[in-house]
């Protein structure tokens, strides 16, 4: 309920509850309006810190495009810590807030506790296959300065949003959703933290990058949510948030045992 200011760009943001510091980032083209849920369920043991990325919501919507990128979200991200207090936290997110998380555990992995990484991705190894990437992502940017908000697609997470226009959604298209190399899906093996991987049965386009992922990163939990697809807390909210719960019960008592 208050905005950060990133050099310019003034970045909404909202803490509630308190106690272990959550940091929850949403997908392209959602705001943090999707976390609600979560909100509601874990406010009376952490603090939740949710948060609308540049180019969405009541963030700002800058109009240079060399203001939307992966390095800039992360700092936001690290903004958004320093600002609340926390110096660890556990970080998670959903689909392009998924990769946002790793990015940022990249980054700074002093700074993250443990890891939750909802119907997301880690990015592709491959040029030729970021590069088809980057082209659907400039395509959808594309359609939406054409378009306007109209070219938004009608899934769950994205009928909860409210922005402004277009304009901010095309530059993080082209800047945060486009990937530039493959040091995300390269720095898997090197995640120290206990990670939640979580995806919704239905949700087909993640399902392989579920199971890459787990393979990968050591000592990681996986959780699969009957009856949901990509907006598998907002499917399946009772179930989402059992799962979720049980991966932190584990924290605590990992902590907490002799």
Request: net charge neutral.
């Amino acid at each position: 309920m208050a905005k950060l200011d990133r050099n310019g760009v003034k970045i909404y943001y909202e803490v509630h509850g308190a106690g272990p510091t959550l940091l929850l980032s949403h997908g392209y083209s959602s705001t943090c309006r999707m976390w609600d849920g979560q909100i509601e369920a874990l406010k009376d043991r952490y603090q939740i810190v949710v948060w609308d990325m540049r180019g969405h919501g009541q963030s700002d919507y800058p109009k240079d495009p060399a203001l939307y990128s992966e390095g800039l979200t992360v700092g936001d991200m690290r903004a958004l810590l320093d600002t609340v207090g926390a110096d660890r936290a556990i970080v998670g997110g959903l689909s392009l807030g998924g990769y946002m998380s790793l990015a940022f555990t990249a980054s700074h992995p002093g700074r993250v506790r443990a890891l939750m990484l909802f119907d997301t991705g880690p990015g592709f190894k491959k040029d030729e296959a970021r590069a088809k990437w980057n082209e659907t992502a400039n395509t959808r940017a594309l359609d939406l300065e054409a378009r306007g908000l109209a070219a938004l697609n009608t899934s769950d997470e994205v009928k909860l949003t409210k922005h402004r226009d277009a304009k901010g959604l095309a530059g993080a298209a082209r800047g945060m959703l486009a990937q530039q190399n493959d040091r995300v899906i390269q720095s898997l093996d090197k995640i120290a933290v206990p990670t939640l991987v979580l995806v919704g049965a239905n949700d087909t386009s993640f399902l392989a990058a579920t199971d890459y992922m787990v393979a990968k990163i050591k000592g990681s939990t996986k959780a699969v949510i009957p009856d949901a697809g990509h907006a598998s807390n907002l499917h399946q909210p009772a179930l989402f948030n059992q799962a979720v719960e049980a991966f932190l019960a584990g924290l605590v008592s990992a902590t907490t045992s002799p």
